[in-house]
């Protein structure tokens, strides 16, 4: 028999909680214990934070959005701000703690569900402190370059693709340009996904460095058609040619690394829009909306999927390894290639192709 205990870490997606239900399930089918660990390792450093799993506690979780154990970008157990006595805050290892409650608790696997940031510590776990770790992929930035796919990208795409669907109607009542921010860090697939779907005229992603002259052209080419309006999708991350990158003040502290937390790409294209195409414009930012609500189909069937998946893997002992959609089936990766780098949208992509022969202006001049 065995016990194992399931974390979730970094910023949440939809299809969390089916990760959980699917982990639970498979764990009971093998008459195996499955405990949960509160907001990342919270419950791996203090018992009481440890929630045991079982067949109700789960029922019903599968289609909602969120997750059951709740999770935090501040969590870095080999990095964690303790405040001493003195109220100051200091930087402390605590992940011999956690590895001596692990011990202590008779687990014999931990699966890690997360991005970058909590693959990346799930990974030095298992090199530095002998973990036995499982790894499975979350982002709605799909931006993990093992896996073709990971949960909560759908859902995100959907929501602003149905964002987009409804700005066309204003934008087209008023003649005006409608800036729409989508989230995605350093990678458009979001962007390029929803922009496409979603009927943009320009779409302006992290991978392309664009140009304002570029966008007025489109729109006053939308303008000699008879197309008083215009639809741009920007990614968070994107930038101008001569430019640098749009964030908010605060860096903020991600699972794992220093990051700085984006945003304002939006408004400061839809300002230079106003002055060099001389149209009304407004600018929207999409925000969290996108990692909110339940899970569409695809996402809680692959969240399934790599539940069941990541148990198959604890069975055959298959550590310091992620669960990842390889070829359209599940596979291991070591968790070292996971977090090697960060995936791009190739530029030779076939969606950038269909961009452009559909007549979507990416905002270079090509
Ligand atoms: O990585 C997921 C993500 O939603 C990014 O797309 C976005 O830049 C960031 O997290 C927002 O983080 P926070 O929830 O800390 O504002």
């Known amino acids: 028999m065995k016990r194992i205990v399931i974390s979730t870490g970094g910023g ?21 214990e ?9 419950g791996l450093l203090d018992p009481d934070e440890l929630v045991r799993l079982t067949a109700d506690k789960v029922e019903d979780i ?18 964690m701000p303790v405040e001493n006595l003195a109220g100051e805050v200091q930087i402390r290892d605590v992940s011999e703690r956690v590895m001596k409650n692990f011990t202590r608790m008779g687990f014999s696997c931990h699966i890690a569900v997360g991005g970058d940031g909590s693959l990346e510590i799930a990974h030095r776990f298992a090199t530095e402190r002998g973990m036995p770790v499982i ?9 993990l370059e093992a896996t073709q796919m990971t949960f909560g990208f759908d859902t995100a795409v959907s929501t602003a693709t149905e964002a987009i669907d409804k700005l066309h109607s204003t934008a087209k009542s008023h003649d005006r340009v409608m800036v729409v921010e989508v989230m995605g860090r350093d990678s458009g697939w979001i962007a390029l996904s929803s922009g496409i779907s ?7 992603l992290p991978e392309i460095p664009f140009t304002i002259e ?20 920007v990614a968070e991350g994107a930038c101008a040619l001569e430019g640098e990158r749009i964030h908010r003040d605060q860096a903020r502290s991600e699972i794992g690394r220093q990051e700085l937390l984006l945003g304002g790409i939006g408004e400061w294209v839809a300002d230079r829009i106003r002055t060099c ?21 695809f996402d809680r069937l692959l969240a399934l999927r790599f539940g069941a998946a990541a148990v198959r893997m604890a069975e055959q002992e298959q550590f310091d390894q992620m669960v990842a959609l390889v070829n359209g089936e599940m596979a291991a990766v070591p968790l070292a290639e996971a977090i090697k780098q960060r995936k791009k949208v190739p530029l030779d992509s076939d969606k950038i192709l269909t961009a452009r022969e559909i007549g979507i202006c990416l905002g270079d001049n090509p």
């Open 12 to 32: 949440d997606a939809p299809g969390l909680n089916a990760v959980i239900y699917s982990v639970v399930k498979a764990s009971l089918f093998r008459d195996w």
């Open 34 to 42: 499955v405990y949960g660990s509160r907001s990342g390792y919270r």
């Open 62 to 79: 599968t289609a909602t959005g969120g997750t059951i154990l709740g999770s935090t970008n501040k969590g870095n157990p080999f990095a």
């Open 135 to 143: 790894g499975v992929p979350k982002t709605i930035d799909n931006d």
């Open 198 to 204: 979603g009927g943009a005229d320009v779409i302006l």
């Open 214 to 233: 570029s966008i007025c052209r489109k729109i006053s080419e939308n303008e000699l058609h008879g197309k008083q309006y215009a639809i741009i999708v």
């Open 277 to 297: 195409a001389n149209k009304d414009t407004r600018a929207m930012v999409l925000g969290h909306l996108q990692r909110g609500g339940s899970p569409t189909t």
